[in-house]
Structures are given as structure tokens and as C-alpha cells.
């Protein structure tokens, strides 16, 4: 069932059920008669009102998720360690013939312009992309929304964690990243 066309299933419901029932309502005695309508009426407010309930949490779950990705690409942006791991990262990648990301293992250790950044702020970074991935598994953000903005990144930190064999990750599995690799 598709979620554009809910408003007219919702219609086609409640309109038949006014159909089978419109002779019992009009051909019984009047008090008779007052139940049944009210009763309809009744149905027809539960089924009105259910639907705009899950209308309304449908669009704030929505509106929520936008939200929270927001804040992580905000703080992706303004954390100063993370955004160090980030620079340095795509400083020391290029792109070979086939359009392929390749690291440059001269510029890896031999950087003039970022300075290779520490383990703390490796390990920032690292558990920054944690968050966004249990945040996917969690369904708190759109998977492919953020494999479009983290996903090179991840890609790039765990091709440098690699070839770098730093105990900081042996410490973190990078099989934590599943979601966006």
C-alpha cells in the first residue's frame, strides 16, 4: 500500500461502510435509528482520527531524523578533531585513472600541509563514525543519507587504519562501521 494514496483507501473504508449501512440506519424505529447513526459516527471519528495520529508520528519521526542527521553533519563540521581526521584524510588521498580513492603512503607519513593528527583525535573520529553507524542500524538516520556524506570517510579511515597499525584500533573493530563501508 502506497503511503501517497492512504487518504483515498481511508475514503474508500468509510465510504463503504456508510453504504452498508445506510438502509439498517433509516428503516428501524427512531431511538434505534439515533444509535446506529451514532455509532457510524463514532466508527467514522476512530477511523478519521486514528489515520491523522499516524499521519502526525509518521512526520515527526521524519522530521526527527532529518533533524539528528542534521546535528551529526553539523558536528562532523565543527568538531575540531573530527574535522582535522577529515581534512587530513582527503589531503592525503587522490583519485588514480579508473576514478578509484587511492592513498598516497608518502603524503601518509611525509604531510607538509595538515599535520598528521593524534590518536586522541583518530580516535574521535573513529568513534564519531560509531555513533552514525549505530544511529543507521538504529534507524534514527537514513542509511543512504549518510553513506552519501560519511561513507568516503570511512572507506579512507579504514584503508589508513590499515596500513597504519596503530593500537588505538585493535581496540575498536572496524567492523563496527558495517553500514557505512
Given at each position: ?7 483515498l ?16 440506519i433509516?428503516d ?29 508520528a ?19 563540521s ?5 574535522r582535522?581526521?577529515?581534512?587530513w ?6 583519485l588514480d585513472s ?5 592513498i598516497?603512503s ?39 543519507d ?15 587504519t590499515?596500513s ?11 567492523s ?6
Open positions: 500500500m502506497k503511503k501517497s494514496y492512504i487518504h483507501y481511508v475514503l474508500m473504508i468509510i465510504l463503504g461502510i456508510l453504504v452498508a449501512t445506510w438502509e439498517s433509516w428501524n424505529t427512531p431511538a434505534e435509528t439515533i444509535m446506529a447513526a451514532t455509532l457510524l459516527l463514532s466508527i467514522l471519528s476512530l477511523i478519521a482520527n486514528s489515520y491523522i495520529a499516524i499521519e502526525y509518521i512526520e515527526i519521526r521524519l522530521e526527527r531524523r532529518k533533524r539528528l542527521f542534521s546535528d551529526y553533519c553539523a558536528r562532523f565543527n568538531d575540531q578533531s573530527v582535522k581526521v577529515a581534512e584524510l582527503l589531503n592525503v588521498s587522490e579508473d576514478g578509484k580513492v587511492i598516497d608518502k603524503k601518509l607519513k611525509l604531510n607538509n600541509n595538515i599535520g598528521e593528527p593524534t590518536l586522541f583525535e583518530k580516535g574521535r573520529f573513529m568513534d564519531f563514525l560509531i555513533e552514525v553507524n549505530i544511529q543507521i542500524i538504529n534507524k534514527q538516520i537514513d542509511k543512504y549518510a553513506r552519501k556524506i560519511f561513507s568516503l570517510y570511512a572507506k579512507l579511515f579504514e584503508y589508513v590499515n597504519d597499525n596503530q593500537t588505538i584500533y585493535y581496540k575498536k573493530d572496524l563496527d562501521l558495517t553500514e557505512l563501508l
